[in-house]
Structures are given as C-alpha cells and as structure tokens.
C-alpha cells in the first residue's frame, strides 16, 4: 500500500484518533513535543494495524505486551540493515513510553529497550571529537585513511569512494550484503559484496565526511585528494592501488588460500597448491583460478582479468 495512503487510513482508525486526543490534551502547551509525539503514535498505530489486525481497535486495548512486540520489531529492523543506528528505534520507543505514561500516569510500568526488547544502544558510525590541527580544522591525513580504508574494503577507486552516497551503501550493505557501485567512466552499476570490513569502514567513512565538511570549499577536494594520495604512498600503495588490498582478501575468502603475491609461490607452484586443498585435478584448479579472478574483476569493474595480475601475481 502507498505510505501517503496507509498514514491517511491509519489517521481515521479509532486506535489513532484516541491516542491522538489524549496527546493534544496532555501536551497543548507543549506544541514541539506534541506533534514529536504524534508521528511516534502514528508510526506505531501503521506497526500495530498492519500486524494485529483487528486486536488493537481503541486505545484500552493497548498493553504493555505490544509496545514490547513493537520493541522487538524495530530490533529486527535494525538487524535487517534498515537503520545506521539504534538511536532512531530508541528515540521511537521512548517517545511511546512517554505517551502510555501521559495516558495511563503511575500505572504504567515503563517498558526497558534492553532489557524488555534486546534493544541496546548500538551504532554503525563512529561517534568521536573531530581530531583537530593547529589551524582548528580536521586533519586531513586522518580523513584520507577513512578514505582508504573504504577502498580497501570494497575495491573502488578513488572517484568512485568519494561519489558513493555513504548511508545509502551502509543501508544497503546491512540490509541486502552487497553495496551498489557506479563506475564514474562508464556509469554501469555493479555489486560490491559488503562485509563486516566493508561495514566498518563506511561508517568511518561518514563520520569523516561530516568532519570533511568543516573545512573550506578549495581544501573540500583538491587538498584532500592531495593527502589521500601522500598516506596511500606511505601505506605502500600507488595512487588507485589501495583496492590490491580487496582483491588479495576476496581472492583468499574464495579459494581459502593465499595469492601467489602473499604466499610467494610462483604460478604453478600456486595453481598446484590450489588443486591439492580443493581435492581437484590442475586443470580444474586452473578453472577455479580463473573463474576467481573474473569475479573479482567483475566486482572490482575492470574488463578481464589481466589487470589483477598486478595485485595477485608474483612478479617475475
């Protein structure tokens, strides 16, 4: 069903307009706070309708027992990857708290986000001070390791990490396990595999960017891009190298060995190694090779395999 739709239907359901007169009754003098604590009850009375049916059909009918089961569903939504945060389900359930207290006054006994619900304080994005230079402005070379630390966990370019819409790809990531990524040469869209690595680093890397924003317009990219390039350097990387780091990492989580570049054997050393832990001939090693790297390819968005020859292979 449309959302405009459903809110609408649920603003005449007897189990809202209740709930609704008694927090404009108990809040008139506090209008912020009543129409906060509207959009909560609206939002539960949506949750209660749509899974309860008909058992919730006035405000009496409310107990203690469904704001818990409502608890326990927004523990699932954050689960599911629908939340960055559990601040906003939090915030959610103590606004329902405050609006049960204001109708039923000492007899309700205030439902615990943990305890009651499982429902703790948990965040995807880092909370931290900004660390500052003598200037009073955010370390670059701080933000250019968030920077490549992204790229490090999803394989993507320089560009492409700066472009990527952060809360959307963690979103994403947490909900479906993959990240969608556009290719800033040709636009094509492909699938990046979000692991816990991935997670991390994309709510590091929002956190930078809320801090990248401080700074004046010239240094928002070019001075940026400039210490992005410097850290990369002393890390051991090369200017767009820091996604080798993915690739050698996805090559070891699909064959469960090392590349020939960690282990230092050289190919056929390598390609025999691979048949003798997958129990397979060396042809069929040499497939499962191949087939590897293509996917890889496919996730990193290059055409083939030959580029990954530079972050795999020994070379010769």
Same mark, same amino acid.
């Given at each position: 069903?449309?959302?405009?739709?459903?809110?609408?239907?649920?603003?005449?359901?007897?189990?809202?307009?209740?709930?609704?007169?008694?927090?404009?009754?108990?809040?008139?003098?506090?209008?912020?706070?009543?129409?906060?604590?509207?959009?909560?009850?609206?939002?539960?009375?949506?949750?209660?309708?749509?899974?309860?049916?008909?058992?919730? =059909?006035?405000?009496?009918?409310?107990?203690?027992?469904?704001?818990?089961?409502?608890?326990?569903?927004?523990?699932?939504?954050?689960?599911?990857?629908?939340?960055?945060?559990?601040?906003?389900?939090?915030?959610?359930?103590?606004?329902?708290?405050?609006?049960?207290?204001? +109708?039923?006054?000492?007899?309700?006994?205030?439902?615990?986000?943990?305890?009651?619900?499982?429902?703790?304080? !948990?965040?995807?994005?880092?909370?931290?001070?900004?660390?500052?230079?003598?200037?009073?402005?955010? =370390?670059?070379?701080?933000?250019?390791?968030?920077?490549?630390?992204?790229?490090?966990?999803?394989?993507?370019?320089?560009?492409?990490?700066?472009?990527? =819409?952060?809360?959307?790809?963690?979103?994403?990531?947490?909900?479906?396990?993959?990240?969608?990524? %556009?290719?800033?040469?040709?636009?094509?869209?492909?699938?990046?595999?979000?692991?816990?690595?991935?997670?991390?680093?994309?709510?590091?890397? +929002?956190?930078?960017?809320?801090?990248?924003?401080?700074?004046?317009?010239?240094?928002?990219?070019?001075?940026?891009? +400039?210490?992005?390039?410097?850290?990369?350097?002393?890390?051991?990387?090369?200017?767009?190298?820091?996604?080798?780091?993915? !690739?050698?990492?996805?090559?070891?989580?699909?064959?469960?060995?090392?590349?020939?570049?960690?282990?230092?054997?050289?190919?056929?050393?390598?390609?025999?190694?691979?048949?003798?832990?997958?129990?397979?001939?060396?042809?069929? %090693?040499?497939?499962?090779?191949?087939?590897?790297?293509?996917?890889?390819?496919?996730? +990193?968005?290059?055409?083939?395999?030959?580029?990954?020859?530079?972050?795999?292979?020994?070379?010769?």
């Amino acid at each position: 069903m449309d959302k405009t739709l459903q809110r609408h239907r649920t603003r005449r359901h007897t189990l809202y307009r209740e709930g609704a007169s008694q927090i404009t009754l108990a809040y008139s003098e506090d209008l912020k706070k009543q129409r906060h604590l509207l959009g909560q009850w609206l939002k539960f009375c949506i949750w209660s309708i749509s899974q309860d049916g008909g058992q919730l =059909d006035t405000l009496g009918s409310v107990t203690r027992e469904h704001i818990i089961r409502y608890g326990r569903y927004l523990k699932t939504e954050f689960l599911n990857g629908n939340y960055a945060s559990t601040a906003a389900p939090l915030g959610y359930l103590s606004a329902l708290n405050t609006v049960m207290k204001a +109708i039923r006054g000492d007899a309700w006994q205030t439902v615990s986000p943990r305890q009651d619900c499982g429902l703790a304080a !948990v965040s995807c994005i880092p909370k931290r001070k900004p660390a500052l230079g003598q200037d009073g402005l955010p =370390d670059l070379t701080e933000l250019a390791g968030y920077l490549l630390a992204l790229q490090a966990a999803l394989g993507v370019d320089l560009r492409e990490a700066l472009s990527l =819409d952060l809360k959307q790809a963690l979103t994403e990531g947490r909900r479906t396990g993959f990240v969608t990524v %556009a290719s800033w040469r040709s636009g094509m869209r492909r699938q990046v595999p979000c692991r816990p690595v991935a997670v991390q680093a994309l709510g590091q890397a +929002i956190a930078a960017r809320r801090l990248q924003k401080r700074l004046p317009k010239p240094m928002a990219y070019d001075d940026f891009v +400039i210490a992005h390039k410097k850290l990369a350097a002393r890390k051991g990387y090369s200017t767009h190298t820091a996604r080798g780091v993915y !690739v050698r990492e996805r090559y070891q989580e699909l064959t469960c060995l090392p590349a020939p570049m960690v282990s230092g054997l050289d190919q056929a050393a390598h390609l025999q190694a691979l048949a003798d832990h997958a129990g397979k001939t060396l042809s069929e %090693a040499k497939g499962l090779d191949k087939h590897t790297r293509h996917r890889i390819a496919k996730e +990193i968005g290059v055409l083939g395999i030959e580029p990954l020859k530079a972050y795999l292979d020994q070379r010769v």
